[in-house]
């Protein structure tokens, strides 16, 4: 009669050690509570000055003007929001706010993910200073490039277009080195065998490795869709027609001529920000999922 070693049979998982059970604060009823009150406090801290531009925008100048903390210190009115609607153009700016995004966003994703490629695949000459290059252009304000850029436009007519505003905002370093850096992180032996099918260049990059760098893509995306709609500057610059200007510039130009105007201030800029937060509660998911898989949002 042989003797066979019988395997021995795996431990089994107590409860607290079951996959996917939270280790950075213990187990228990007291970390899950003191965890819980941390995340209200901070939800707290961060919508208390949201909350407090509502209140101020749906109030008189007069009763905001008022002494005292409270936000709430007169009675309910939306006449700050009716101003704006009816002198500024709002839907058209809101127009050219989303095809300006959303054009910018296409086009930086495509160029960014190209180059990024090159670096991370290519044996080009001159590969490592070009990216060194890039890494140094991330650290230029754009601030400084005000000036050479309106130059330009000014030499190629293109003042008051929407190529004015959408060219100047495709080239991004800052996505090039972060896409980059996660392409060295794509399995080189799936590109081999994809070659060996006899795939080429493109294809095995079409194919394989955007497949494979989806959450990068999706938050690089979501994060330069974000600037270009916030873009302020650049449109307010290169833009004097009233039918090309962007939201925020826009809502900029509806001012009052009386001083500080803080109750059609925060409406303008809550106006400007409500496409995004109804973007960001359609996608919030995704968004999340996106940022979290690729640690962009940290960079």
């Keep these: 009669m042989s003797a066979t070693a019988t395997p021995p049979r795996p431990r089994r998982r107590t409860p607290r050690e079951s996959a996917g059970s939270p280790l950075l ?13 941390a995340l209200v406090v901070l939800a707290a801290v ?54 300006i995004a959303g054009v910018v966003t296409v086009l930086t994703v495509a ?5 990024a490629y090159g670096f991370s695949r290519g044996t080009f000459r001159g590969r490592r200073a070009l990216l060194a290059v890039t890494v140094a252009a991330i650290m230029i304000p754009p601030q400084l490039l005000i000036v050479p850029l309106f130059r330009q436009m000014l030499l190629f007519d293109l003042v008051d277009t929407y190529a004015a505003v959408i060219l100047p905002q495709v080239v991004a370093p800052m ?23 006899g795939a080429s260049e493109f294809r095995v990059f079409w194919s394989v490795v955007l497949p494979l760098s989806r959450p990068i893509v999706a938050a690089v995306a979501i ?4 600037g270009a709609w916030n873009n302020f500057l650049w449109p307010f610059i290169v833009t004097n027609d009233p039918d090309l200007m962007t939201l925020p510039v826009g809502l900029a130009t509806v001012r009052d001529a009386h001083g500080v105007q803080y109750v059609s201030g925060m409406a303008s800029a809550l106006l400007a920000a409500l496409p995004l937060i109804v973007v960001f509660l359609f996608f919030q998911r995704r968004i999340v999922d996106s940022v979290a898989t690729t640690g962009l949002g940290g960079s």
């Excluded at 700016?93 to 989303?98: I, L, T």
């Design 111 to 115: 160029v960014s993910t190209l180059a």
């Design 46 to 99: 961060w919508l208390l000055p949201f909350l407090w531009a509502i209140a101020t925008s749906v109030q008189s100048e007069r009763d905001v003007s008022a002494p005292g903390l409270s936000p709430f210190k007169g009675a309910f009115t939306l006449d700050a929001y009716q101003r704006i609607l009816e002198r500024g153009d709002v839907p058209v700016w809101a127009f050219n706010s989303f095809l």
């Design 223 to 226: 994060f330069v869709f974000i």
């Design 175 to 197: 996505m090039v080195f972060v896409l980059k850096r996660f392409f060295d992180g794509v399995p080189r032996e799936l590109e081999e065998a994809a070659r060996i099918d």
């Design 25 to 37: 604060l213990g187990h228990g009823r007291l970390p899950r509570v003191l965890a819980g009150t």
